[in-house]
């Protein structure tokens, strides 16, 4: 077939699949017309109680709040049978995630560096930092410690946050919060199988006591995904496990993975304890950091443990007091297999130990009239931050080992002043020491107009900050990796303005517009001869939008939608790798058949966009991903079942790979069932 019959084809399959995807949309189109008009008219009460506790570290309904807070919901995630953190944060305005089939990779704003590990992102767990100390990094993918059946909510604070949070909160704040004893109320067994080979047990349990005693929720996960053959179009050449080329570019019996997780909770009165244990073990198709082509020798195991407790002390109706103290753990192997020019092959093994202590206190108080302030101190103390190299197939080779442990201290404050009845002034600053680099200091500055019962305008404007990871800074693997020292903080300073406006009948819309400027952005730089280094490159500059539109009707229709521009650029006015200029979503979900039955279907649409790799500059088409899933509500007494099409029109998907993969792009899976089935009793 020649060129202008392949590219005939994909053009009539990418207008088939636009003209089902309109004809689908205009059936939802004509359901949320029809649903709307016999709606019950929810009250304003209703549609502006959502209180959110991340934006300023205490409860406040999102239209006060700093920030264009998004939450998601259990019962959206159930709904549409996200598996993954990255999966439902995927679903909000401008966000665009992927994977490099061993890690979850998220994008915001038209910012995402391939292989970055969402450095610039920060994870909480009810409120709990989760970046690791060696990496920075927050697990999004499979690799998140808890099973998605745990979670109540997710709330996202886009925008930078490093005013009341410190290090990583560039792009925005993710809260994992877990459900609790009363939510989740008894035992429930679940399991699910996936046609990629996926299978999956995990159990739920929740006790709440009697009388005063403590309330405890328990879960535990485990899941094992078998091997599968996969095609690779840039690998064509590439030396495989016995240094022979790939003459197909197929991979075959990889993608392997063995995921266990466990968390538990208890509560008391003013107390909270939590800890969770998780280890991954996966062997991707994928040729990461310069492995060989289709090996089963490449191999990454990484784990997480930690213990975080919290008291909160109601001093009086002014003062309230909060502590939190916390111990993580983390580690990570991975051996990678390579084959020189002589054709000598080689196995090396890279591993990483974290061992830290954190731990917070702060004051909120509300006795000076019209004011609401707070106040903390917050620390992270490293007990280890190790990394080792060393080559398995030759011991006469010198060992690479360096051990960074840090220290750092953050003292922050934040007045919410309601200076007239319908405005307020938010000012925060903190200020960051760390005992091995430059201090940072953190503004933000918030005006906040309930121009109506309905209308809210916000003007936001903050300056956030990413200190180097340890990796970044340290690692040296000869003759490859070049470590530096010397590596500044990146900075990021957002203006942003925000509205919100909350329509009769249980709609509500929304609009950002946003400007940023990131200076001393961290990358690796490809310095020739094969030698790979972390440097402190030209600003990056970025103006958008998002926009969206909810809908939620009393008999059970939710529509979501929403679309994002952006236009982003560095010093030299050349457009950015990896940034889609727009990003449109929607999703619906209605129960249909007496409610015993919700049918929900997700679309999401990414830009075309050009992606850099050594140099090379390649274009990536517009990728368009549907997903429907049937869910049953108790159709049978205490068993709820889901049935969800990943990939609906078996669309070709690809992601951009990190500079240190051997490929340029990565294929995402094609095509793929799940069925979940979950008994409560």
């Known amino acids: 077939m020649n060129s202008t019959d392949t590219s005939s084809n994909c053009h009539t399959a990418l207008l088939v699949r636009t003209a089902f995807s309109m004809a689908l949309l205009g059936c939802f189109g004509s359901l949320a017309h029809a649903a709307a008009d016999d709606l019950t008219e929810l009250s304003l009460e209703d549609l502006m109680k959502v209180v959110v506790v991340s934006a ?102 886009p925008g930078p946050g490093s005013s009341i949070y410190g290090s990583n909160a560039m792009f925005g704040v993710i809260n994992v919060i877990t459900a609790s004893a009363d939510k989740l109320a008894g035992v429930k067994l679940g399991a699910r199988v996936q046609g990629d080979g996926w299978r999956e047990l995990n159990l739920l349990s929740a006790h709440k006591a009697q009388g005063g005693g403590p309330n405890l929720v328990f879960g535990l996960s485990r899941a094992n995904k078998s091997g599968h053959d996969l095609r690779y179009p840039d690998a064509i050449g590439l030396v495989t496990a016995d240094g022979s080329p790939s003459i197909d570019g197929m991979t075959h019996n990889l993608d392997q993975m063995m995921v266990t997780r466990s968390f538990l909770e208890v509560r008391q009165d003013a107390w909270a304890i ?30 997480s443990y930690g213990l975080s407790s919290s008291y909160q002390a109601l001093l009086s109706d002014q003062h309230t007091m909060n502590f939190r103290l916390a111990y993580q753990r983390m580690t990570y192997s991975s051996d990678v297999p390579t084959t020189d020019e002589a054709g000598i092959a080689s196995v090396s093994r890279d591993q990483a130990l974290g061992n830290w202590l954190s731990g917070e ?149 929304g609009a950002s517009l946003f400007d940023y400027r990131l200076t001393d952005l961290v990358r690796q730089v490809d310095l020739g001869g094969g030698q790979l280094q972390y440097q402190n490159q030209a600003a990056v500059y970025a103006r958008g939008a998002e926009i969206f539109y909810k809908l939620r009707s009393n008999h059970g229709l939710n529509l979501t939608g929403s679309i994002a521009f952006n236009r982003s650029h560095d010093s030299w006015e050349a457009s950015l790798s990896n940034s889609p200029s727009w990003i449109a979503k929607l999703r619906l979900a209605q129960p249909v058949w007496q409610d015993k039955l919700t049918l929900a279907a997700e679309l999401n649409v990414l830009a075309p966009r050009s992606v850099v790799w050594h140099d090379e500059k390649r274009e990536l088409a517009t990728q368009t991903q549907m997903n429907l899933v049937l869910n049953s509500n108790r159709l049978l007494p205490g068993v709820d079942l889901q049935l969800r099409l990943v990939n609906v029109f078996n669309a070709r998907l690809t992601s951009p790979a990190s500079t240190d993969t051997s490929v340029a792009t990565l294929p995402a899976d094609g095509r793929q069932w799940q069925l979940g089935c979950r008994y409560g009793f």
């Open 56 to 157: 300023s570290k205490f409860s406040q309904s999102s239209s006060q709040a700093p920030s264009a807070v998004q939450v998601i919901s259990s019962e959206e995630i159930r709904q549409y049978g996200w598996r993954t953190l990255a999966e439902a944060l995927n679903s909000l305005p401008g966000m665009y995630a992927s994977s490099d089939r061993a890690y979850g990779f998220l994008g915001a704003r038209g910012f995402k560096i391939p292989g970055d590990y969402n450095m610039r992102f920060l994870l909480l767990l009810n409120g709990q930092p989760m970046n690791d100390n060696v990496y920075g990094q927050p697990n999004l993918g499979h690799e998140f410690q808890l099973n998605m059946g745990l979670i109540d909510r997710i709330e996202y604070v």
């Open 274 to 303: 939590f800890a969770w244990a998780a280890r991954r073990d996966v062997q991707p198709s994928s040729p990461l950091f310069g492995s060989n082509f289709n090996d089963a020798r490449l191999r990454l195991v990484d784990s």
């Open 361 to 509: 206190a702060r004051w909120l108080y509300s006795g000076w009239d019209k004011h609401k302030i707070i106040a903390g101190i917050d620390f992270q103390y490293d007990l280890e931050a190790v990394q080792k190299n060393f080559n398995l197939d030759d011991v006469a080779s010198p060992p690479f080992a360096v051990h960074t442990p840090q220290r750092r201290y953050g003292v922050f404050v934040q007045d919410e002043w309601n200076f007239l009845p319908d405005w307020r002034l938010n000012v925060g600053l903190r200020h960051d020491d760390y005992s091995n680099r430059k201090t940072s200091v953190s503004p933000r500055l918030g005006l906040i107009w309930s121009a109506t019962e309905r209308a809210t305008f916000k003007l936001l404007a903050g300056r956030a900050y990413r200190a180097p990871n340890a990796y970044e800074v340290s690692y040296a693997r000869s003759p490859t990796f070049i470590a530096n020292p010397n590596l500044s903080s990146e900075i990021i300073r957002t203006v942003e303005a925000v509205a919100e406006y909350r329509l009769a009948a249980g709609q509500e819309i």
